[in-house]
């Protein structure tokens, strides 16, 4: 926990409103859209990142920080089990069964089932195979495994993942061969990482 309240890792689903375009998903047997799971998911996503922004808010006030890390982590947890019991039923909620918004919804709260590492690499390859039927966008699986490396002490692949320490911003770990990462992230869907930082600046007001 002190981890968390000495630095933030900043919400970093910016870009999948702009990716998740209203294309056809193409899987071979389509599932029925699930309005009911579609509102429950984009309300767990709205609660989700209500209470991170209340953490940045909050970055003079320690104690007011370390409260709300221990609300992100108990969310966090409770997010991650509802997200185990919906995989298991439904395998990923994609496209066809959530639409674009509500598979988003449902990749931020992965995103953030830190606490549960194998869960997340399970999601990771669920992930993978729903990009390759259009039920999610590619860029999904380049911000989880982005997280992932971080947590195993790897270098990024696409640079999604930034900290803010207080005064600066930064990539939470190095990006494995800098030089070439906007290739990279172009062949995902991602802007240029100049572009990428420029749009976390301006959003959440960092110097």
């Known amino acids: ?24 998903a193409t899987t071979p047997t389509q599932p029925q859209v699930n309005p009911a799971l579609r509102t429950e998911l984009l309300q767990r996503e709205v609660e989700d990142q209500a209470i991170r922004k209340q953490f940045v808010v909050a970055q003079n006030n320690e104690q007011r920080r370390a409260e709300i890390a221990q609300q992100i982590a108990d969310s966090d947890l409770q997010n991650t089990a509802r997200l185990k019991e919906i995989v298991q039923q439904y395998g990923w909620p994609g496209r066809s069964l959530v639409d674009s918004d509500g598979a988003k919804a449902a990749f931020t709260l992965v995103q953030h089932a830190d606490q ?92």
């Open 1 to 24: 926990m002190r981890n968390l309240v000495g630095k933030l890792v900043l919400i970093v689903w910016l870009a999948l409103p702009v990716m998740a375009q209203n294309q056809p």
């Open 116 to 207: 549960d590492l194998a869960f997340q690499k399970q999601c990771l390859a669920l992930i993978e195979q729903a990009a390759l039927h259009n039920e999610v966008p590619k860029v999904a699986a380049a911000y989880l495994t982005d997280r992932l490396r971080i947590k195993e002490g790897k270098h990024q692949i696409y640079g999604t993942q930034y900290t803010f320490d207080g005064s600066k911003l930064f990539p939470t770990t190095p990006i494995e061969d800098a030089a070439t990462v906007d290739e990279r992230r172009k062949e995902v869907g991602l802007a240029p990482l100049s572009e990428y930082e420029r749009r976390l600046h301006e959003i959440y007001k960092l110097p």
